[in-house]
C-alpha cells in the first residue's frame, strides 16, 4: 500500500495508513481553509517535519513504543525549532507515544483524541461509529482519552 493514494471522499484525501500523499493532503486542506476564512493569497505559515514510517512500522510491530517515541520525540523538536505556535500529529496509532511528544517540546500538543471529544459532546452524540485498523485500535490512546473525558 505504501506509495498508493486512494481517495476516501471527494476531497481527494488520502486513506489508508501514511500514504506519500497525506503530508500534501493536509498542507492543502490548512491553507485552502486559511484562504477562505482571510481571503485572498493568505496562507498558514506551516512548519512541517515528514518522518520515514518504515523504521517507525517496525518499533510498532516489535513492540519498541519507546524507540518510536523518542524518534517522534526528536521530530517534534524539529518541528519546535521551526517556529511553531503548536504541534499536530497527523498519525492516529502514534497518538500511543504522546506523553514522549510532550515532554519533549514546550509548544501546546495537540491529541487528535481531545479535539474529537470536543467535537463529539458539540453534536451531542451518544453512538459513536469509529473506523480503524486493528493495530490502530488495539494499542488506542484515543479510547483512554475518550474515556477520561467522558
Not at 500523499?21 to 490548512?30: D, L, V
Not at 519498541?64 to 525549532?81: F, S, T, Y
Request: charged content about 25%.
Amino acid at each position: 500500500m505504501t506509495g498508493e493514494i486512494r481517495s476516501n471522499d471527494e476531497d481527494n484525501r488520502p486513506a489508508g495508513r501514511n500514504e506519500l500523499g497525506e503530508p500534501a493532503y493536509y498542507y492543502r486542506y490548512i491553507n485552502e481553509g486559511v484562504r477562505e476564512k482571510l481571503g485572498k493569497l493568505h496562507s498558514a505559515p506551516i512548519a512541517l517535519v515528514s518522518v520515514d514510517f518504515q523504521p517507525i512500522e517496525e518499533l510498532q510491530q516489535q513492540g519498541d513504543w519507546d524507540a518510536a517515541g523518542r524518534l517522534l520525540a526528536d521530530a517534534a523538536r524539529q518541528v519546535e525549532a521551526a517556529g511553531a505556535d503548536f504541534l499536530l500529529l497527523c498519525t492516529n496509532t502514534m497518538h500511543k507515544v504522546a506523553p514522549a511528544i510532550e515532554a519533549a517540546i514546550s509548544i501546546p500538543f495537540v491529541h487528535l483524541a481531545d479535539t474529537t471529544a470536543d467535537r463529539i459532546r458539540e453534536v451531542a452524540s451518544r453512538q459513536l461509529g469509529c473506523w480503524a485498523r486493528a493495530l490502530r485500535w488495539s494499542r488506542s490512546s484515543t479510547a483512554a482519552v475518550w474515556r477520561r473525558r467522558g
